[in-house]
């Protein structure tokens, strides 16, 4: 996939990177944070990043957006390329019975789940979207928890991938598609 544009000509990931905030020394000292917040509260800046995502995104059946600002994005995509969307919450947030996977963070554990009735998921292809690709351990076990499920899942998209953490390596075999890489 070639670089992808806003319909004024301009580069998705300049979109992004312009209206990306930096914050410094946030959560611990040496961290630069980036923040997508602004990037979603623009017009212009939700547009490029929902266009692009559903390009990408062409051809699911579902998407799954990871708890939290996945949850925005998978929710606007859905509803641009006209399927539906699932919501991977963090443990404990939906009614049982639930399908969980816990996984390992640099910091402790967290666990991910998905309802267990109501939504057959078997044999569905379903792309997963968040906001950030980090260390990926969020992002592989929401594959994994997807694919326990009976799911296809042929990728997942993200806004942002911070290349230096090994999120990419971590995720693998999952194909991930970043509208920009820092």
């Known amino acids: 996939m070639g670089v992808r544009e806003v319909s004024s000509g301009r580069p998705v990931a300049d979109v992004i990177k312009a209206l990306t905030r930096e914050v410094p020394d946030f ?9 997508l917040t602004p990037v979603l509260a623009d017009r ?5 990043v929902t266009d692009a995502l559903a390009e990408i ?18 929710g606007a995509v859905a509803h641009r390329l006209g399927i539906g969307v699932l919501a991977i919450r963090k443990g ?5 019975p639930v399908h969980s996977q816990t996984y390992t963070l640099e910091y402790g554990t967290a666990t991910l789940e ?28 929401a594959g994994a928890l997807l694919a326990a499920s009976g ?11 911070l290349s230096g953490l090994g999120g990419r ?5 999952l194909q991930v598609s970043s509208l920009q890489i820092v």
């Open 27 to 35: 959560p611990e000292p040496g961290i630069q944070f980036k923040d």
């Open 57 to 74: 995104a062409a051809g699911a059946d579902l998407v799954a957006g990871i708890d939290a600002r996945g949850f925005l994005l998978g």
């Open 44 to 48: 212009d800046g939700l547009a490029a």
């Open 169 to 173: 390596d971590k995720v693998a075999p």
């Open 151 to 161: 799911a296809e899942v042929p990728m997942a998209a993200v806004v942002l991938e």
């Open 114 to 141: 998905i309802p267990a009735d109501g939504i057959d998921l078997a044999g569905r292809r379903i792309v997963i979207i968040d906001d950030v690709l980090a260390t990926g351990g969020t992002l592989a076990a």
């Open 92 to 96: 404990g947030k939906l009614p049982p």
